[in-house]
């Protein structure tokens, strides 16, 4: 990492915290857990269970709870706070907009804006993005360079579009949402009808919701609905280069994670948690809570608070013991041979 | 959906359609289900084994076969036609063009075309549209916004491409066709030649070749062949995230559904269907109408006609019955220790 | 192929080679394998155990090793060298450059370049590209069009950004590195905090290095690290649409192909060497030299030299083996209910 803080700096972002110990450093540039700290280094205890360590940390700076017990050593400083977990999150927060600062608040030169788009003031549009007929952007909205918002997209305040992002016509986004480069929203479902042998395509004429505080990742695509809408609920993460196909509707504070697909009409109630690389079939329910292992293949409703592996799914222990007995295969095979002969 | 439409023109779009029953609503404003649909919705009968629904729907407008034999309640349309399923169709189509209407037929002033680059009247290019050094359009093809059409392009009459496609250089598409948001033709093959113990590029001098009628999903991956051609067969219909390797020949009308992948040198006969998240190693033949499921992992070439499952990929029924004896496995294992004796 | 190529330009590529017969063509036009080359192509014996599709060949011109003991037909040239897979990769080397010939070393004029970046001699930058504050571009570095390079990041001499492509802040490229279109590098890691029972973003702090002659296939993305870096190791090469996370450390000469996941923070040694569409969880170690199956799940650390398949992964020879007895399921039910009885 490339920043340097002083601890007037690293005070005036955690203002609640008290010093003990003192430090000849001037500067700190580092944020390191507490064994791999190294000199001139800022680290945390986080979680209690690694209190031990604290005692050897080389960091020059240690954020820690306000009862731990042990002192200082020479040259070190102890920051207590109420809990350094979220110091440390206030204090990566704080470096974040240092090291990558925000584009300047402006319209881009090279940017196009179709003359009826509304924007609220202090949006951002990068170098060569697109803003289409009617299209309405919210306070503080950036779009970054290179994106397209096409027609008639609403776009709620704070909410980012990295690099690349297409957010085709129609589609909405609610506030704080964050967009990762080549993100792709509102192209067309997966959707044909059999004429006379061919396939013909299905018009898709629905859009795509993205609530609140939903944040999706590089290249990953959504499909806009038939009629009415494929919907991402409030506060949803989705990581990079998932599939969501047309009409289907995700719930709130969902977790996603990279390369998962789910197919048409699909819905996740809340706090669905998937791994890497599922896959659901189309028109199923997954209910509230419902846990889903990496590369997990769903082809049948889930039950709320559901945890399922494999490829046909199965609850998550009987997958285990049945993973386990099939490496023994090879074993069953060979008693049951010699116990009563081979047909 | 943000559409209204009137009767009369609802009959322009439908003209052979009868008219039964009238309704106080001007305007019509959305379409749905017979189930879901509320007052002042269309509505339609297009599989038989739904019409015990026609009674209760309300609906405003119900699309039904010429033989239906209900009557409209009161208030209520009936539009009897000789296939209600085409008519949705039409009706979609229309509607279609009303909600994403296509932009505008010009070159964008922002828009970039090499000086060589042959275009056939009504080609519409988008903002920050790239055309290259010696490239065909054929008439009334839609370039979208921030598209790369590479030197040597060949692209036939009214095939689209949404924003964001990277048709790179030599490639060539046919007529008809459409490219959804992101989608890259004509990327370099993944072969590598070990020399002295490092990884040497194999250059790829072949191209893409996407014959007529083919639809290609948002951010799906087309490699250039080493020496011929990757080719893709006419109506053929593609979904998001695909990848398709050097080499690749995909035969006429095959669907391939999210996320699947086919390596390189791999041969699909016509009316291959193919399930999300299917996996296919290099140098196979698939016969024609053979199905695959949803993550399977294809190793060995595959008959005609064949349906499979699993990885190693299996025929459907023998998956299926597999499946349910490992969920037995507990059950045996037990059974064998009982009757014969723990080892 | 759209190339022709005379004897005299071929011996100036092939300069070491020895021309045995002759032919009354005056331009050769194709390059095949010995046994689907028709007359006026070029074809080579790479592999030894092909020796005897020479003599039937139609190709007009045969590359061959100096020891090949037949003599070339009339009208046929063969042309004797040391090493003829070395050969053809001087041709296809020769021809890529011909067919397609990199951009003009220019900036195009509708390229937008920070008055801050700093250019080395002989850049390209393509027509919509942009370049961010700070950012420092070595010698005959390509950046393709639509290209956006974030502020402050680093590209080595020769290194190749195709059309697309998003490398965003602080990010940093060895030399002779080549990404295809529409690659990601740099977007923000998937991960988050827990408070109050919603999800909060945990900034990522660091960035991601790529070291020399990597390659990187299309719309693949790698995500920054928390606070130090994500980094890709010499030599390794990255197929289409392969997910790198956060922290992900990949040695030297590793080979990762299509639609591969890797979670957060595992780290590769060198050469290891994955199939499509397998996945990863975090925080792994994978031995050098590995191989691991297409498809298959990785949740445990991997011995050095290892080669596992399946899901959970298996010995490669034991998960075979496992394979052929799951097919003998049914008939293992069966005798063990014949010969004990149902229950």
């Not at 430090?23 to 190294?38: D, H, P, Q, R, T």
């Not at 993460?237 to 990279?258: E, F, M, P, S, T």
């Not at 039950?303 to 049945?322: D, S, V, W």
Request: glycine share 12%; with cysteine.
């Amino acid at each position: 990492m490339d920043f340097k803080i002083t601890l007037e700096c690293l005070m005036g972002v955690l203002p609640d915290s008290l010093v003990e110990g003192s430090s000849k450093n001037k500067e700190f540039k580092g944020i390191s857990s507490l064994n791999k700290a190294v000199q001139g280094d800022i680290s945390f205890l986080g979680n209690p269970k690694y209190k031990n360590l604290v005692q050897s940390s080389k960091a020059s700076i240690i954020l820690l709870p306000k009862n731990y017990s042990g002192k200082p050593e020479d040259g070190q400083i102890f920051l207590r706070m109420k809990d350094p977990s979220r110091g440390l999150a206030s204090l990566c927060s704080f470096l974040e907009n240092e090291l990558f600062p925000p584009p300047e608040k402006a319209i881009h030169p090279t940017a196009w804006l179709d003359e009826t788009a509304k924007l609220e003031k202090g949006v951002t549009v990068g170098a060569f993005g697109f803003i289409g007929r009617d299209a309405c952007i919210g306070e503080n909205v950036s779009v970054g360079t290179h994106c397209h918002v096409g027609d008639q997209c609403v776009i709620g305040n704070n909410t980012i579009l990295n690099p690349g992002v297409k957010l085709l016509s129609r589609c909405e986004l609610g506030k704080n949402v964050i967009l990762n480069a080549g993100v792709v929203i509102g192209s067309e479902g997966y959707g044909f009808d059999q004429v006379d042998g061919s396939h013909h395509k299905i018009p898709h004429l629905g859009k795509v919701v993205v609530e609140d505080n939903v944040e999706i990742g590089a290249n990953t695509c959504i499909d806009r609905a038939r009629f009415e809408e494929t919907r991402i609920g409030s506060g949803t993460k989705i990581d990079n280069l998932v599939q969501i196909g047309h009409n289907v509707r995700i719930g709130d504070g969902c977790l996603i994670v990279a390369q998962v697909g789910i197919s048409g009409s699909t819905e996740f109630e809340d706090g669905v948690i998937v791994g890497g690389q599922a896959g659901f079939a189309g028109h199923l329910k997954i209910g509230k809570g419902a846990k889903i292992a990496g590369q997990a293949g769903i082809t049948k409703d889930v039950e709320a608070g559901a945890f399922l592996k494999g490829n046909p799914a199965l609850p998550f222990q009987l997958a285990q013991r049945i993973s386990i007995l099939q490496k023994k295969l090879p074993e069953l095979f060979k008693r049951f041979d010699e116990t009563l002969g081979k047909e």
